[in-house]
């Protein structure tokens, strides 16, 4: 399998994450573990007769794709809460699961299938995707939630608590959770918890110690807490992870 990922243009960094593509030829079958990343996707799936789109919205747990088949897929990671501004639709919608292009379709923008189609090879479909991307974003309004999602994203401890992160933003939690369920398709604790596993998972790939270590670290109340949220989160113990 062949995995390409590239990103976008610089104005573009707080709506997509990364654009990425699969070309995949493994006559064998094969399971890919994917792990959450905070993330909705675009994928256009360019394997079959004809080409489709699908939205695939947030996810809360590691799932298990088969391989075996032929695969050419390009896809958009847009930065948490990115989508939403696009779409207009509440992205609860398609939690842990999908919704087609025709189903759901996104009401500033219409992505350049037939273009993409044409398009030779990876390079050329991110470049077409970023022009048609900027070529909107004048359109778009921005949204009070996006510089909380870029705050938290970067602050040196995730807050313990939905609360508490009501607390020192000032918010009711009826609107924060409002707010998180729109732009994120998670709640606010969803979101926190994937939060702290994404630190405890950077930690472990970037050899940060022992467990109970990587687990204080990460912002964990002990460790059984710690290797018992990153199973949900990726499917393994820490300890099979590393």
């Known amino acids: 399998m062949t995995y390409r990922e590239c990103l976008p243009s610089p104005p573009l960094r707080g709506l997509v994450a990364a654009y990425w593509g699969i070309d995949d030829d493994a006559a064998a079958p094969a399971l890919r573990r994917i792990l959450p990343d905070g993330c909705a996707d675009l994928i256009c799936d360019f394997s079959g007769v004809a080409p489709r789109m699908r939205w695939v919205g947030t996810m809360t747990h590691a799932i298990e ?26 992205l609860s919608l398609f939690t842990d699961g999908s919704a087609g292009i025709d189903e759901l379709p996104a009401r500033v923008w ?111 109340s002990d460790q059984a807490h710690f290797v018992r949220e990153f199973r949900r989160f990726a499917g393994v113990t820490p300890g099979r992870y590393r």
Do not use: K
Not at 203 to 219: F, I, Q, S, T, Y
């Open 65 to 90: 794709v088969a391989g075996g088949a032929r695969q050419r897929l390009f896809g958009i990671r847009f930065a948490p809460g990115g989508l939403y501004p696009l779409l207009g639709a509440p």
């Open 110 to 220: 219409r992505p350049p299938l037939q273009a993409w189609c044409d398009d030779d090879g990876f390079a050329a479909r991110c470049h077409r995707a970023d022009a048609s991307l900027l070529a909107i974003l004048p359109q778009l309004a921005g949204t009070a939630t996006t510089p909380l999602l870029r705050w938290l994203q970067g602050a040196p401890a995730v807050p313990p608590s939905a609360s508490a992160l009501a607390d020192e933003l000032g918010l009711g939690m009826r609107t924060l959770q409002r707010r998180f369920m729109d732009h994120l398709g998670v709640s606010p604790r969803q979101h926190l918890r994937w939060l702290r596993f994404e630190r405890a998972r950077q930690l472990l790939v970037n050899g940060g110690g022992r467990a109970v270590e990587v687990a204080l670290a990460a912002g964990y």
